[in-house]
């Protein structure tokens, strides 16, 4: 069965200060990875995706992730959060024959100025 | 905006009833998808509809059950409610019934009393 697991549950960073939220996997084939953000009482938005190619994938707002196979990981990051980036974040995990989605437990990302 | 539809945004009932959501999704797609956010569950798919047929199930109760219809809406029906069903409801739309980016809608929040 496939797992998202993201162990921080909370951080909190400076407005200008680099970010970095760690999403590990498992998955016994070829995953199809997500970052999704979700701000309060609003639905989930879809920041970038992994399907194959180049392992460093660029997405909306300036964000990007990096796929580790390796390491099972799927860790997005940005060079400078801003205040407007408070939100949570969740990773998720699927893969071609089973479509659904099986998401992390998210990361609430608390900026302060 | 994502392009997906959800109706209504809130809903407050009291245990026993029966409730129907209901969701529209994006032009051209043919997938539905439906997830359930609760805080002790997190984010866990339900069920999964393609043209109109039910392509995979999740954790979905006995006493929940969804359709997706001709015009491609899907509904999900909730009966004997239970104060524990108390969550937000999202509905997720994708091109195709293979792995592909799903599009979530804004969700809607329901309470049981």
Known sequence: AQSVTQPDIHITVSEGASLELRCNYSYGATPYLFWYVQSPGQGLQLLLKYFSGDTLVQGIKGFEAEFKRSQSSFNLRKPSVHWSDAAEYFCAVGARGNEKLTFGTGTRLTIIP | ?113
């Open chain 2, 1 to 113: 905006d994502s392009g997906v539809t959800q109706t209504p945004k809130h809903l407050i009932t009291a245990t026993g009833q029966r409730v129907t959501l209901r969701c529209s999704p994006r032009s051209g797609d043919l997938s539905v998808y439906w997830y359930q956010q609760s805080l002790d569950q997190g984010l866990q798919f339900l069920i999964q509809y393609y043209n109109g047929e039910e392509r995979a199930k999740g954790n979905i109760l006995e006493r929940f059950s969804a359709q997706q219809f001709p015009d491609l809406h899907s509904e999900l029906n909730l009966s004997s409610l239970e104060l524990g069903d108390s969550a937000l409801y999202f509905c997720a739309s994708s091109v195709s019934g293979s792995m592909q980016t799903q599009y979530f809608g804004p969700g809607t929040r329901l309470l049981v009393l």
